[in-house]
């Protein structure tokens, strides 16, 4: 059972989700508009990492990676210049480690870390000015070096569904890597501790290994990518939430939910499933501003060379077409995705989940009704992008996939 953690109280465990439910939660109320500079504190925390690496790492081959690492951070770091400046108002203080000493992360009741983000305390970085993405990026190294990918996957599409900061995204990529060589530094810190150790050779030959595999995680989180984004269409109870969240998991997409941001953008809580809401969060001008804000978000996800996968009705030509153009202007690739299923199927659907979100099945079926008019037929320039899926069908997920990543090149 998870319980409030306090100084001197035992371990606190966490799942997944309730482990990202708290570091998004934290960062949102330690956020500060700190006086010390971010770009100044993430070059001090680049050039430590390096230069502590420089000095335990003897093998020609990894100093030689180790350089080119380097210098794409800082080519890095120059090119995000401009994200760090904009994002100094929203700064913590420290990591949310610092107040979880004795945190663990569990997964079906196996210990997948000890320390619940896998945050290095006692070296350079925790205790200083830092964005909220230097966390998470902690959290998700920490999953993949274990090869936990599916728990990373569902940790990064859950913690940016959860605090809306898309835009945290586009620094990961900078702080896997520097995560990763906190790693590599850290394994080898452990073989210069056991000096003397009658099992060195063996101890050597494991941190070593431990070692060259954070960097190689480095090196895969610095290579150049092209995402893909993917648009679902469809009406209410034709599937796309559940398909959609599937994608996360097989194939790595940071889902964009429109449910999520609707309500964000209202200050209602983007994850709740109580009925309507005290104002219209579904007028003409709510709905535009919401595609524009999913619009936005993708943009954030496809610069941080993330997939990005749109759960939205996308009834209009108008709303399909703000979202393609982040894609198609970057000149990345765009698929959409008509979920698709009978009548019959979506009247039983969303009669079962009325009860669920707090209306009754004839309101559901309302809207529904409503959607299937508002629907916009795709246009000939659409239907080049464009795939279908029979969500009623057998293996349907397993088509999905299949349809992506060979319309796609993606895998």
Known sequence: MNQRHAPGSPARDFTLETLVESLSAWHADHAIEAADSLQQAVHQRVAAETQALTSLIAAAEDCQRLRALSRWLDENLARLAPVLEAREAHVVARSWACEQHDSRLLDEGRVVMANAIDRDLQGHGAEVVQDPAADLASLLVGLEVRDEARLARQALDAYLR????????????????????????????????????????????????????????????????????????????????????????????????????????????????????????????????????????????????????????????????????????????????????????????????????????????????????????FSDEERFHLVRLDTTADNAGETLAGLIQEHMHWS
């Open 162 to 377: 959860l605090s809306g900061d898309y835009q945290a995204a586009r620094l990961l990529s900078v702080f896997r890597v520097l995560e990763c060589l906190a790693g590599a530094r850290r394994a080898l810190r452990r073989l210069e501790a056991a000096e003397g150790d009658d099992e060195r050779p063996a101890l050597r030959a494991e941190t070593m290994a431990a070692c060259r595999r954070y960097l190689e995680l480095a090196e895969r989180h610095a290579e150049f990518r092209f995402p893909p984004l993917v648009i679902g269409v469809g009406v209410s109870g034709s599937g796309k939430s559940r398909f959609t969240r599937n994608l996360v998991t097989r194939l790595g997409a940071v889902r964009v939910s429109s449910y999520a941001e609707r309500r964000r953008l209202h200050g209602l809580s983007p994850q709740a499933v109580e009925g309507e809401a005290a104002v219209d969060i579904f007028g003409e001008t709510a709905t535009e501003r919401t595609y524009q804000r999913l619009a936005q978000c993708a943009g954030h996800l496809l610069d941080a060379g993330l997939p990005a996968c749109i759960d939205a009705t996308c009834l209009t030509r108008a709303q399909r077409d703000w979202l393609r153009h982040q894609a198609e202007s970057r000149g990345l690739p765009v698929l959409m995705v008509s979920f698709e299923a009978d009548q019959a199927t979506l009247t039983r659907r969303i009669t079962k989940r009325a009860g669920r979100h707090g209306v009754t099945p004839e309101e559901g079926l309302a809207v529904l009704s409503h959607q299937q008019a508002a629907f916009e037929p």
